[in-house]
């Protein structure tokens, strides 16, 4: 009897190890390196986005009839808030060419 309570002692502490372990590999969510610019596409003003936090979907007001993304981050800019609909990438360090309507809305980094 003695051997099923030391095997799930063993269980146990392995167990909690790999939480230990897991847990210690999370990062919060880190900002992307520079900044975003975009062209509105309802008034054609030029505009910055910031902050950048990595992995949230972030609203672009006015939309963006361009982009230039000089972050040291990928991006994908959407056309929803949920940031689901196809999506238009753009490297870190790039510029977009036009985009047409429906302009993207949303943008993702990382």
Do not use: W
């Amino acid at each position: 009897m003695h051997a099923p309570r030391h095997v799930s002692r063993i269980v146990a502490t392995a167990g909690a190890a790999v939480l230990m372990l897991v847990g210690g590999m999370a990062t919060p969510s880190q900002a992307a390196e520079g900044t975003f610019f975009y062209t509105r596409g309802d008034t054609g003003a030029e505009r910055v986005l910031g902050p950048t936090p990595d992995g949230q979907c972030l609203s672009i007001p006015g939309g963006a009839r361009n982009a230039h993304n000089d972050t040291d981050t990928d991006a994908r800019l959407y056309t929803n808030s949920s940031c689901t609909s196809t999506s238009r990438f753009l490297g870190s360090r790039q510029q977009s060419g036009e985009y047409s309507m429906p302009y993207p809305t949303y943008v993702k980094f990382g």
